[in-house]
């Protein structure tokens, strides 16, 4: 194992908080689906997971970033202790927790694993990555393949023994899928010859596991354009009798950050000798299949960005606390004033506030995703079972775009507080900025993001997941517009919620003529949307916070915890709210320049 210490920090109060107290994830345990569940199960779980990020995973993120990736001979070489780690996060159990006892898993709660992986991501996302992938592309495997492929494929995936991908983005296609040009041209024998050139694909290769099985979406000949003419295949990346399938790796990319997770171009039958399988029984379903392990993974990647910004925060408040420099501002004059903790200073005290006030809400928003997915486990009434399913749809892009683009800048509003300290390989925060970018970017961009939410998802199941989602934020601030400590927040609340709710139908009206215009805003008002969800949760925490703390000593940890969830509510209420709301009035009006700028106007060369 690797020689460097763990810096990676989580607050595991408060994810019992947005469990059992938030959420009451009880009320769901002992019983139906999660019968072999209860609350010291769960808590077991998250302390052994901790375990494993402060002892295995921690260690190993800088040997990561320092090491990186390799091809030699045209295989790739992953870090130092990489393989064993990876071992490691399997022997945990904690890529199986979900599953059913059939493929090794516990049934355990989504909303669990989902905090698991915050555990397993945060402390060295390169790490996780071989085995969030995994699980995903056997998850599909499970989902839609034939009997035959799921015993052949699926006992070792989920095992760990052999890893898994996602092959979709092509060099001369990108983001546009619907561009591909890899083909699928099936043999005597219902197998398929496969040939084509797929780029970005993580994990791609490794010397971790046995086997890769690649998840190629490809397209047989004289399958309509587009994306409705793309296929799903399953290609190996050594065929089941241990031979080589034509899979290789020419070159891998030289990034950023994440360094420890191999981002690799694959060539499938270079040599006219790849062979892959259809997924399932028909062709032509390529892209249904995949969104079940592209929505999985975009989940996934808005809980990396919540790793990242949450082991941020915290280093950077311990940071604050230990760093001296300068007098309190009342002092400023006085050249013999003692010096101070950084945390005594006014915007410093801000700015970790509103880090803890982003992280905490989207920490919610994403528990919720899980909650909704649980609660529809254990809901009989089949009306229930398509609200929370409606929600979840909704929440997904929310949580892949927000929370990705906060884990990049609350990432960077560390290293702020670091100051330049912050700057070197010192502190693990740049690191964490760096990691962080991509997950803006992969699985979808963040703009593609807002325009599944306001393309698809506003309008799905004719507007009814909105109307519910809208509906349930009101009724929140219809109960508690009253509160006495929190009433002005709940009234901001209000504001951006109806401001919201009138952006849809401005949407809505525009998507009839106006399309370029709601591609224009569509960021803007997924952020704000986002920013009423997050504020919501944030007010719905507090209000559990402040009925509490009368009964918590003054003494006791607790009291200090159950203050920071009202003070960090009413500061994201009163503060981050009222520009939601302002951005939200302004889309409704949004000039058209960005549209009506001839190309040769923005700059002069």
């Not at 399932?280 to 999985?296: K, L, S, T």
């Not at 230990?322 to 050249?335: L, M, S, T």
């Not at 903790?341 to 509103?354: G, K, N, P, Q, S």
């Not at 920013?531 to 200090?560: F, K, Q, Y």
Request: glycine share 10%; with cysteine; hydrophobic share 40%.
């Amino acid at each position: 194992m690797a020689t460097s210490s763990n810096r990676y920090r989580a607050d595991l109060r408060d994810f019992r908080f947005v469990l059992f107290e938030q959420f009451k994830l009880g009320a769901l345990l002992g019983s139906g689906h999660f019968e072999d569940w209860g609350p010291e199960e769960v808590s077991s779980v998250l302390s052994e997971a901790y375990r494993y990020a402060v002892e295995v995973a921690g260690p190993l993120g800088p040997v990561g970033d320092r090491e990186g990736c390799r091809l030699v001979d045209g295989k790739v070489r992953t870090p130092s202790g990489f393989k064993a780690g990876y071992e490691r996060l399997y022997a945990g159990g904690f890529k199986s927790l979900t599953l059913e006892p059939e493929w090794g898993g516990a049934r355990a709660p989504k909303s669990l694993a989902i905090l698991v992986n915050e555990l397993t991501s945060g402390p060295n996302a390169a790490l996780d990555m071989y085995g969030g992938l995994t699980l995903g592309a056997a998850e599909l495997v499970e989902a839609f393949g034939t009997p035959d492929q799921k015993q052949r494929f699926c006992h070792k995936m989920f095992s760990g023994e052999w890893a898994g991908t996602m092959c979709l983005t092509e060099p001369q296609a990108g983001s546009d899928v619907g561009e591909a040009a890899t083909v699928a041209t099936k043999n005597p024998d219902g197998t398929y010859a496969i040939r084509g050139t797929k780029m970005f694909i993580s994990g791609g290769d490794q010397d971790i596991t046995e086997n890769i099985i690649h998840m190629v979406l490809a397209r047989v000949p004289g399958a309509p354009k587009g994306t409705r003419g793309l296929s799903l295949f399953v290609v190996p990346k050594l065929r089941l009798d241990g031979t080589s399938n034509d899979v290789k790796v020419p070159s891998i990319e030289h990034k950023m950050g994440l360094n420890g997770s191999s981002t690799c171009v694959v060539n499938f039958g270079d040599d006219g000798a790849c062979v892959g399988e259809l997924v399932g029984a028909a062709e032509g379903q390529g892209m249904r299949q995949m969104f079940q392990m592209m929505n999985f993974a975009r989940i996934g990647v808005g809980v990396q960005g919540l790793a990242c910004a949450s082991t941020a925060y915290l280093n950077a408040l311990a940071y604050a606390r230990e760093r001296k420099q300068g007098p309190r501002i009342e002092n400023a004059r006085d050249v013999d004033a003692p010096r101070v903790a950084i945390l005594e200073h006014a915007d410093i005290r801000r700015t970790l506030l509103e880090m803890k006030a982003k992280i905490e809400g989207i920490r919610a928003m994403v528990v919720k995703a899980g909650w909704h997915h649980d609660a529809a486990r254990q809901e009989p009434d089949a009306s229930r079972g398509e609200y929370h399913a409606g929600q979840i749809e909704l929440l997904t892009p929310l949580i892949k775009a927000y929370a990705s683009d906060q884990g990049f800048r609350i990432a960077e509003l560390a290293i702020q507080i670091f100051g330049g300290a912050g700057y070197t390989q010192d502190h693990p925060v740049e690191q964490y900025c760096r990691d962080a970018k991509i997950f803006a970017i992969y699985e979808g961009t963040n703009h593609i993001q807002a325009l599944d939410l306001v393309g698809r998802k506003l309008g799905q199941a004719k507007g009814a997941n909105a109307r519910a989602f809208f509906g349930d934020v009101l009724g929140f601030v219809a109960k508690h517009r009253q509160h006495p400590r929190l009433g002005p927040a709940v009234a901001e609340l209000e504001r951006a919620a109806n401001a919201a709710a009138a952006g849809a139908l401005q949407l809505s009206e525009w998507s009839t003529g106006q399309l370029a215009r709601v591609s224009m805003v569509a960021t803007d008002y997924l952020n704000s949307l986002s920013e009423v969800c997050v504020g919501w949760l944030l007010l719905d925490a507090a209000v559990l916070a402040a009925e509490a703390l009368p009964a918590v000593a003054a003494d006791h940890p607790d009291h200090a915890f159950y203050q920071g969830k009202v003070q960090a509510a009413e500061y994201f209420a009163l503060w981050v709210l009222p520009v939601a709301t302002t951005r939200l009035k302004t889309l409704q009006h949004a000039p058209t320049s960005p549209l009506d700028i001839p190309d040769h106007a923005f700059a002069g060369v």
